[in-house]
Every structure is written in structure tokens, then in C-alpha cells.
Nanobody, 119 residues
Framework: QLVESGGGVVQPGGSLRLSCAAS????????LGWYRQAPGQQRELVAH???????AHADSVKGRFTIFRDNAKNTVYLEMNMLKSEDTAVYYC???????????????WGQGTQVTVSS
């Protein structure tokens, strides 16, 4: 089970940290990703982290967002800075049991958390 938290309403230029707490899985053998979906648009990959901590970020968020994980807490985070209105979306956590580095989604999804960037 994956449970996201940390969404909310923030002004442009602001920051948020999303958390995704996992339970019922051997967390350290899962690659993790953050995805987002804006109204009327397809779900897209925002950031991905492998079991050994290798990260990848979408071009649209590079330099502003950072994904990291804490295996001791079974939690993956998305630190979001310099937020823009176009970052407004529902953000989803995803897990895939694998040791490879391909940034593709697995079968496990959280329920999503809304991020709204607005003045």
C-alpha cells in the first residue's frame, strides 16, 4: 500500500514536500516514481529513483524538484521548489519491484495528492 501526503495550495515560487509511505512490501527492492496528472492530460513521469538511489527527473522539473528515499522509513519524497502554475496536478506515487533502472511504472499506485499552484 502506498499513501501520499503533503499536497496543498501554494503560491508561484513556493515549495512543497510530498511524502509517500509504503507498507506491506520489502521497500528496498522497489524502484519508485512520482507521476502527475493535470485535468484533461495524460499521467506523466515527474521523477524516478532506483533501489540504489539513482535518480531521473523530467526536463520540466529539473533543477526545481528532487526525489529521494529513506529506506529506514519506507518512504519516498518529492521536494518541489520554485513551483509554477503548470505544476498544478494530482501527484501519484508508484512502485515497481525490480533491480533495473528503467523509469517505467509498476502496478502499485497511491491514491494521489492534489498540488495547486495559484496566486
Amino acid at each position: 500500500q502506498l499513501v501520499e501526503s503533503g499536497g496543498g495550495v501554494v503560491q508561484p515560487g513556493g515549495s512543497l514536500r510530498l511524502s509517500c509511505a509504503a507498507s506491506g512490501m520489502l521497500f528496498r527492492v522497489y524502484a519508485l516514481g512520482w507521476y502527475r496528472q493535470a485535468p484533461g492530460q495524460q499521467r506523466e513521469l515527474v521523477a524516478h529513483i532506483t533501489t540504489d538511489g539513482t535518480t531521473a527527473h523530467a526536463d520540466s522539473v529539473k533543477g526545481r524538484f528532487t526525489i529521494f528515499r529513506d529506506n529506514a522509513k519506507n518512504t519516498v519524497y518529492l521536494e518541489m521548489n520554485m513551483l509554477k502554475s503548470e505544476d498544478t496536478a494530482v501527484y501519484y506515487c508508484n512502485a515497481r519491484r525490480t533491480l533495473d533502472s528503467a523509469p517505467i511504472p509498476g502496478p502499485y499506485w497511491g491514491q494521489g495528492t492534489q498540488v495547486t499552484v495559484s496566486s
